[in-house]
């Protein structure tokens, strides 16, 4: 009970509160533009575009994960971390994460691959959405900018 009431206190901020974080010391930070939908399982898809200091290259992200309900879009940002070659952002993320929102909110999300690499991921939900989940989605590169593997 403790959470839906903490859900629905976090979805009553406004989005003005929404601050872009600052990935200061980070390897790198991806901009993503990602939509979910669920019914106690959740499943979502989305792009984005990865910047390494001056090179851009744009990536796929899907997946989906457990106790999570509504249907929104997530533009979010991620600060990534531990980030030893660029090819080691591809691969598959866990994630422990959660949003709320009625019809504006925030989303935070902590991911990891099984390289090493993490993300911190912020961004603002825009639609009806309430998740606290655990998930796992694939991140891999697109297109022919693709960094060399």
């Known amino acids: 009970m403790r959470w ?4 629905i206190f976090v979805s009553a901020i406004p989005s003005l509160v929404y ?3 600052k990935c200061t010391n980070a390897d790198g930070s991806l901009d993503l533009i990602f939509h979910e939908t669920g019914i106690v399982v959740g499943y979502g898809a989305g792009h984005g575009i990865f910047t390494d200091g ?3 290259f744009p990536v796929e992200i899907k997946g ?3 106790l999570t ?3 929104a879009t997530l533009k979010a940002t991620a600060c990534v971390t531990n980030l030893g070659r660029l090819h080691d952002l591809a691969g598959t993320y866990w994630t422990i994460g959660g949003a709320a929102s009625i019809t504006n ?3 935070t999300a902590d991911m990891e691959n099984a390289r090493g690499v ?3 991921v912020q961004g603002q939900v825009q639609g009806p959405l309430i998740a606290g989940q655990i998930a796992r989605f694939s991140l891999r590169f697109t ?3 693709r960094p060399e593997l």
Do not use: E, K, T
């Open 4 to 7: 839906l009431v903490s859900a």
């Open 19 to 21: 601050a872009q974080p």
């Open 54 to 56: 001056a090179r851009q």
């Open 64 to 66: 989906g994960g457990l």
């Open 69 to 71: 309900f509504g249907h």
């Open 105 to 107: 909110g925030i989303f």
């Open 118 to 120: 993490d993300m911190h």
């Open 143 to 145: 297109s022919d900018n």
